[in-house]
């Protein structure tokens, strides 16, 4: 409600189904411009689609039906906390254009489960180990960058 959508191009929705009225009118106003949204459904779930909290879903029906103005909303036909979501992200996000080049570049990046990133502003990428080993980061480019357990790193 405060804007900060602005700042993004991909908004990635987890399990939550219901979402207050203004909320949603305000992500639908995002959504409208050239970004995109990704929504996690299973197959029983279009019987019960995000509503606002009086159980209107008619937004959900509009998204659903490609009324999204300049934007567009993926659905995931899976279940939004297993990991065939997390599986369906990790191949989608790095192919969309709307992500900076970084962005992507980063979310090809080999490293371990417990490796954690964030590309900052600046431009600079922050690496946490959050692993009692050392762990073997391989970015895009083929760099390889080893950061001891429980370390942060920048690239």
Known sequence: MDGALARYKVLVFLAERTTETPVLEAIDRWVRQDVIAI???RQASFAVPRTNVEGDASLWHRWHSGDTGK???QFCESHPVHGPYTRY????????EVLSPATRGAMRMQKPEDTYWSLLTTGKLALLNDGDAPATVRLDGGKRIRIEPYAIRME
């Open 39 to 41: 929504y996690p459904v």
């Open 71 to 73: 934007g567009k909303v």
């Open 89 to 96: 992200l990790a191949q989608v996000l790095p192919t969309l």
